[in-house]
């Protein structure tokens, strides 16, 4: 498949007041979660009319599951019919708003931690944690792959809910506010938090006191 790789795109403002009220809603949500004011030089979110403008923003093919990112320019989502209705699956309006909100989260996670975006389960995690999507989607019987990094999407959401309620969402916060100077890896700043190890047995543990 050759991919149309524009540089030019046509952007076109919202004139869908549903949108306007998500976007409202969810910057209240994650001033919110995050214990900060985003006043200033608000987020901008794109919408993305179709997989191939998609695919030339991206420079890349991408798969199905790929339904939004992020970058300087702000948080990027496919067009809410397309995301809908995608081949095998089951989303609703809730999931779009979601979405909205995940993409967000992560403009949100790199002012308070300094621009960091890594390790890469803690920054998918906390977009799943504050966008509510850690609630809805399917708990993982386990925890065995996201701290390697893999299955991040079905397991550091409900691992980092696990942590929140088990220890406060304030206490999460501020690790992530003492990320943004923290020089060393990220496994010492988190036993510096909760005095744990940074290891699966500890998440098999929250599960356990669920």
């Given at each position: 498949?050759?991919?149309?790789?524009?540089?030019i795109f046509r952007i076109?403002i919202?004139?869908?007041?549903?949108?306007?009220?998500?976007?409202?809603?969810?910057?209240?949500?994650?001033?919110?979660?995050?214990?900060?004011r985003?006043?200033?030089n608000?987020?901008?979110?794109?919408?993305?009319?179709?997989?191939e403008?998609?695919e030339?923003?991206?420079?890349?093919?991408t798969?199905?599951w790929?339904?939004?990112?992020?970058g300087?320019?702000?948080?990027?989502v496919?067009?809410?019919?397309?995301?809908?209705?995608?081949?095998?699956?089951?989303?609703?309006?809730?999931?779009?708003?979601m979405l909205i909100?995940?993409?967000?989260?992560?403009?949100?996670?790199?002012i308070?931690?300094?621009?960091?975006t890594?390790?890469?389960?803690l920054w998918e995690?906390?977009?799943?944690?504050?966008?509510?999507?850690?609630?809805?989607?399917?708990k993982?019987?386990?925890f065995?792959?996201f701290?390697?990094?893999?299955?991040?999407?079905?397991?550091?959401g409900?691992?980092l809910l696990?942590l929140?309620?088990?220890?406060?969402?304030e206490?999460?916060i501020?690790m992530?506010?003492?990320?943004?100077?923290y020089?060393?890896?990220?496994?010492g700043?988190f036993?510096?938090?909760?005095?744990?190890?940074?290891?699966?047995?500890?998440?098999?543990?929250?599960?356990?006191?669920?």
């Amino acid at each position: 498949m050759t991919l149309l790789m524009s540089k030019i795109f046509r952007i076109k403002i919202n004139e869908q007041k549903e949108l306007e009220s998500v976007y409202a809603q969810s910057l209240d949500k994650l001033n919110n979660f995050f214990d900060i004011r985003w006043e200033q030089n608000k987020p901008k979110v794109y919408i993305v009319s179709d997989r191939e403008t998609a695919e030339s923003l991206r420079g890349k093919q991408t798969p199905d599951w790929i339904v939004g990112w992020n970058g300087d320019g702000g948080a990027f989502v496919l067009d809410k019919d397309i995301f809908l209705n995608t081949k095998n699956t089951n989303r609703d309006n809730d999931d779009y708003k979601m979405l909205i909100m995940h993409e967000l989260a992560h403009l949100y996670f790199k002012i308070v931690t300094g621009g960091k975006t890594q390790p890469n389960w803690l920054w998918e995690g906390t977009s799943i944690l504050a966008s509510g999507q850690a609630e809805k989607w399917n708990k993982p019987a386990e925890f065995r792959s996201f701290l390697d990094n893999k299955d991040v999407y079905s397991e550091a959401g409900h691992a980092l809910l696990l942590l929140t309620r088990q220890f406060g969402k304030e206490k999460f916060i501020q690790m992530l506010k003492n990320y943004k100077t923290y020089d060393g890896d990220f496994s010492g700043l988190f036993k510096n938090t909760y005095d744990m190890e940074l290891t699966y047995a500890t998440f098999e543990g929250l599960i356990k006191h669920q």
